[in-house]
């Protein structure tokens, strides 16, 4: 990477960042709701299939995904890719923090290069980072596992965080994110927790969309239990709530302002469990208080989103065999309001 002199704009130096984050490719075995083609090629093959969605502007339509925006598939020679392990033994010296993201990276064989590199090549400051949804199949998970104890033993790094994608709890969670085993991801949790023990620690990823609200203080619930359970000298469990802006229908601000009520409780319980190690920490409950106010600022072009709402998880149940209204029956006014606007315009 260049240094640039801001002034003349030409480059004065070559340096390394100390922190890169890369996916190397869209190899994955979920298709969440607002995932696409580009991140997953379990998504890809739908659309391949099925085509686009007919929302107002048809959704992740496979035309969109040809020439420079196709994804290149993990068995195709890629310059990307290749580029960046010309790059890396270089990289490597400078680097502090280094993140894997997908795709699903343990499905991916460039992590286990990594890994290898890593272990060979041992680097006490390195924190090592990577996004997974939980949900590949055992084997790959154990040779995950192994490869992660024997980074965190010794002082190979400095400390291994690993990312969940997990947005609210049980079949809802599954409903949101297509293809999780709700119940194997959260034992794996459990057993990442345990069987590494040192220098590591996890982080679910909350995705905060209008699906994961109504059912997500389980989840908060569960993060307490761990918490309490897991941590000892240092915190073992972490979580983050970014909020999605895309796709739009399956953000916050289309839902009534009833549904302030899920937020709130949540952050009822978390005012009611403070504890800097055993429990949720102030400024957990000031970015969830933030959430909240955004989510109640609204849209704008609101019956357009709830209409494309209901033509998206429509489509949806058809083509994946799922059921909005039973999954989700606290939501059973919203949908057929979204449902009553997408019918009656056509009409
Ligand atoms: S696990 Fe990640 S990459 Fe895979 S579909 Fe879900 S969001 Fe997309």
């Known amino acids: 990477m260049q240094s640039f002199d801001v002034i003349a704009l030409k480059p004065i130096a ?8 890369v996916n190397f490719n869209n190899a ?13 090629s379990t998504w890809h093959q739908e659309v391949e299939k099925h085509g686009a969605y007919p929302t107002s502007k048809p959704h992740n339509d496979p035309e969109h ?29 400078d680097l502090k923090h280094f993140r894997m993201t997908g795709g699903e ?20 400051d390195l924190h090592l980072n990577v996004t ?40 809802q969670a599954e409903y949101i994110r297509y293809g999780l085993d709700f119940e ?64 739009e229908w399956q953000s916050m601000q289309i839902l009534p302002n009833s549904y302030s009520i899920c937020l709130e409780e949540c952050i009822e319980y978390m ?24 989510m109640i600022k609204g849209t704008d072009d609101v019956e357009r989103k709830r209409e494309d709402f209901y033509k998206f998880f429509n489509e949806h149940d058809r083509r994946r065999g799922t059921n909005f209204e039973e999954t989700f029956p606290q939501m059973r006014e919203f949908w057929n309001d979204c449902k009553y606007r997408s019918i009656s315009r056509r009409l």
């Not at 070559?14 to 984050?21: A, F, L, Q, R, T």
């Not at 994955?28 to 997953?40: G, R």
């Not at 990312?163 to 079949?171: A, H, I, N, P, R």
């Not at 009611?272 to 409950?285: P, R």
């Open 271 to 294: 005012n009611n469990n403070l504890d800097e190690m055993h429990g949720f920490k102030d400024y957990e409950v000031l970015k969830m208080q933030r959430d909240l106010a955004w």
């Open 65 to 93: 995904f040809q020439g420079e925006r196709r994804p290149i598939p993990n068995k195709d020679p890629n310059p990307w890719r290749e580029a960046f392990w010309r790059w890396w033994p270089d990289l490597y010296k």
């Open 132 to 171: 997974s949804n939980f949900s590949v199949d055992d084997k790959l998970f154990n040779k995950y596992i192994g490869y992660v104890k024997r980074l965190c033993e010794g002082e190979q790094i400095e400390h291994f965080m690993q990312f969940v994608s997990l947005d609210t709890w049980g079949k």
């Open 28 to 40: 994955c075995n979920l298709k969440c709701s607002y995932c696409s083609p580009q991140f997953s």
């Open 184 to 247: 194997k991801c959260i034992s794996r949790v459990e057993q990442f927790i345990k069987d590494v023990p040192y220098r590591s620690s996890l982080t679910f990823i909350i995705t905060m969309n209008n699906l994961n609200i109504v059912n997500l203080k389980k989840l908060l619930e569960y993060i307490l239990y761990l918490r309490k359970t897991y941590t000892k000298t240092y915190q073992r469990v972490w979580f983050d709530t970014p909020l999605l802006y895309t796709p």
């Open 14 to 21: 070559d340096i390394n960042p100390s922190y890169v984050e």
């Open 105 to 124: 990276p343990l499905m991916d064989p460039n992590t286990y290069r990594v890994f290898d590199y890593v272990l060979e090549n041992a680097k006490p």
